[in-house]
Each structure stands twice: as structure tokens, then as C-alpha cells.
């Protein structure tokens, strides 16, 4: 398949939206394994948290995001980005847990007495302890202050379609596509739970309100598996488009869960 050359790149205005959830007919899938299992002793500890870094609520069931306030009880200005990150406590300790990606990187100063809130979107966080780090810098010197939390997810059965445990998100062009070119979608699994991506994909063409499925280059193929924290990278031609708003739509199948979500996302082939 071909890329987008650097200028078509360059011209694109990037947007991250979440993908849309709907629910789809069972289509063959595998069980694999069960998710939100009890959690362990260690696990339900209370949390700790550091003087300056808070989570609210401290303890989730159906919340899909968690506000994280950070307060400079210093007598020094605290700077830092927006940057942050999760781990999650396993038999082994702490690990990486995956996080939304920080397109801009500015930098914020906080003064003495100040605090600074921020939402974030916890969706694809499955039952466990977890903790939250925030790397700062106070009069030069690098530090990081963190935040613990509880997550216990309400058990799902398996034949439904997944509530909580994942969290996709799919970067495209918010402008459009020259129909020449091949169309690139990147789907990114910051949830906890390993995906699985059927080859089969669907594009639909708006008309006078109405969609109406276009042949694309969507033939059967191998599945493709993506674990937490990867992403998901897929061409598409779009030669066989004409100009007018399109919606791209696919099933996906998450580890535990038999019945697939089906999301979609809409861009316009232009002259």
C-alpha cells in the first residue's frame, strides 16, 4: 500500500476522537480468559498518596474518569508538563500501565499555594490497585510525586459486549483526503484488555442523509491481535471513491467478552 507523502502529512489537521460504541451481533470469537477478577489483599490496601498529588474518587466502580489535582504547598514555583502516567500492581510489582498520549507539550508554572486540576479518561481501567505519577521540578531539582486508587470494575457477563476494560482511540484527518492517496487509520488500545481486530472493515457513503456501503478494500485476512499499550495501524485505499463524507466502520473484539463493539469514524475524500 502507499503513505501519505510529508506535505499531504503536514496539510492534515490531526484530531483524536473516541471511538464510538455500538453493539454488534456475535460473529465467532474466542473466549479468552476472564476479566475483572476479585481483587487481591494487597490490592485493596488502603492507597497512599503524596501531599501534593490527589485522585477523586480514590475508590471506582462505573466512573469513567478520575480527576487528578496537583497543589505546590511549597514556597517555590512547581513547573511541569502535561505529561503523566499509570502503573498498575501485579504479582511482580509495579508495571506500566497504558495512558492517553500527550499531543502538546507545554509547560505549566505553578506558584506557591496554587493547584491544578485535570480530567482524565480512566474507561479502560480494569479491576486493581493502580497509581498515578506526575514528574515535577522545583527550583531545578527533578521529582515525582504519585497517587494511588482503587478500581473494581461491576462483573459483565462474558456473552455481552465489554462496559468497561478497554478504551480505543482512533487518530485520522479531522480535514480530509485526497482521493488519490491511500487513507491511514491508527487505533490505539490504552485499555487493559488484549483487542483483536477482525480483517474485515466496511465503508459506508453518505447520501442524502442516508449511508450506503461502497466496495472498498476490506477482503478477509488473518486477524490481528493488539495488546495493551500497542497501537494499530491499517491503510486503506480510497481510489475507488468519489469525492463526498464517508464513515469507516469495524468490529472489535476484546479479551474476555463474546459479543464485539463496533465503532466508526468519519472523514471526507475532497478534491
Given at each position: 500500500?502507499?503513505?501519505?507523502?510529508?506535505?499531504?502529512i503536514?496539510?492534515?489537521?490531526?484530531?483524536?476522537?473516541?471511538?464510538?460504541?455500538?453493539?454488534?451481533?456475535?460473529?465467532?470469537?474466542?473466549?479468552?480468559?476472564?476479566?475483572?477478577?476479585?481483587?487481591?489483599?494487597?490490592?485493596?490496601?488502603?492507597?497512599?498518596?503524596?501531599?501534593?498529588?490527589?485522585?477523586?474518587?480514590?475508590?471506582?466502580t462505573?466512573?469513567?474518569s478520575?480527576?487528578?489535582?496537583l497543589?505546590n504547598?511549597?514556597?517555590?514555583?512547581?513547573?511541569?508538563?502535561?505529561?503523566?502516567?499509570?502503573?498498575?500492581?501485579?504479582?511482580?510489582?509495579?508495571?506500566?500501565?497504558?495512558?492517553?498520549?500527550?499531543?502538546?507539550?507545554?509547560?505549566?508554572?505553578?506558584?506557591?499555594?496554587?493547584?491544578?486540576?485535570?480530567?482524565?479518561?480512566?474507561?479502560?481501567?480494569?479491576?486493581?490497585?493502580y497509581?498515578?505519577?506526575?514528574?515535577v521540578?522545583?527550583?531545578?531539582?527533578?521529582?515525582?510525586?504519585?497517587?494511588?486508587?482503587?478500581?473494581?470494575?461491576?462483573?459483565?457477563?462474558?456473552?455481552?459486549a465489554?462496559?468497561?476494560?478497554?478504551?480505543l482511540?482512533?487518530?485520522?484527518?479531522?480535514?480530509?483526503?485526497?482521493?488519490?492517496?491511500?487513507?491511514?487509520?491508527?487505533?490505539?488500545?490504552h485499555?487493559?484488555?488484549?483487542?483483536?481486530?477482525?480483517?474485515?472493515?466496511?465503508?459506508?457513503?453518505?447520501?442524502?442523509?442516508?449511508?450506503?456501503?461502497?466496495?472498498?478494500?476490506?477482503?478477509?485476512?488473518?486477524?490481528?491481535?493488539?495488546?495493551?499499550?500497542?497501537?494499530?495501524?491499517?491503510?486503506?485505499s480510497?481510489?475507488?471513491?468519489?469525492?463526498?463524507?464517508?464513515?469507516?466502520?469495524?468490529?472489535?473484539?476484546?479479551?474476555?467478552?463474546?459479543?464485539?463493539?463496533?465503532?466508526?469514524?468519519?472523514?471526507?475524500?475532497?478534491?
Amino acid at each position: 500500500m502507499g503513505r501519505l507523502n510529508l506535505a499531504q502529512i503536514a496539510s492534515l489537521s490531526l484530531l483524536v476522537v473516541m471511538l464510538s460504541a455500538t453493539y454488534a451481533q456475535l460473529g465467532g470469537t474466542r473466549d479468552l480468559g476472564p476479566v475483572n477478577v476479585p481483587l487481591t489483599a494487597a490490592e485493596l490496601a488502603e492507597p497512599l498518596e503524596s501531599s501534593q498529588l490527589t485522585v477523586d474518587p480514590q475508590r471506582l466502580t462505573t466512573e469513567r474518569s478520575l480527576r487528578i489535582t496537583l497543589t505546590n504547598d511549597l514556597s517555590s514555583v512547581m513547573s511541569f508538563g502535561v505529561m503523566y502516567r499509570f502503573e498498575k500492581l501485579e504479582e511482580s510489582g509495579w508495571v506500566d500501565f497504558p495512558s492517553e498520549p500527550a499531543w502538546i507539550l507545554p509547560l505549566i508554572e505553578l506558584q506557591p499555594g496554587w493547584i491544578y486540576n485535570w480530567d482524565v479518561n480512566v474507561t479502560g481501567f480494569i479491576s486493581g490497585r493502580y497509581r498515578v505519577i506526575k514528574d515535577v521540578e522545583v527550583n531545578g531539582a527533578k521529582r515525582n510525586v504519585s497517587s494511588e486508587f482503587i478500581v473494581q470494575r461491576p462483573y459483565t457477563n462474558s456473552e455481552g459486549a465489554p462496559t468497561y476494560g478497554y478504551w480505543l482511540l482512533v487518530l485520522g484527518s479531522s480535514y480530509g483526503f485526497d482521493g488519490s492517496d491511500p487513507a491511514m487509520l491508527e487505533l490505539y488500545n490504552h485499555g487493559g484488555l488484549v483487542l483483536n481486530f477482525p480483517s474485515v472493515y466496511h465503508l459506508y457513503r453518505m447520501e442524502k442523509g442516508h449511508l450506503a456501503e461502497v466496495e472498498a478494500d476490506g477482503s478477509s485476512g488473518p486477524s490481528s491481535v493488539v495488546p495493551p499499550g500497542d497501537v494499530f495501524k491499517e491503510v486503506f485505499s480510497l481510489k475507488v471513491l468519489g469525492e463526498g463524507a464517508y464513515r469507516y466502520v469495524r468490529d472489535v473484539y476484546v479479551q474476555g467478552y463474546r459479543r464485539p463493539i463496533q465503532f466508526s469514524y468519519e472523514f471526507n475524500v475532497i478534491p
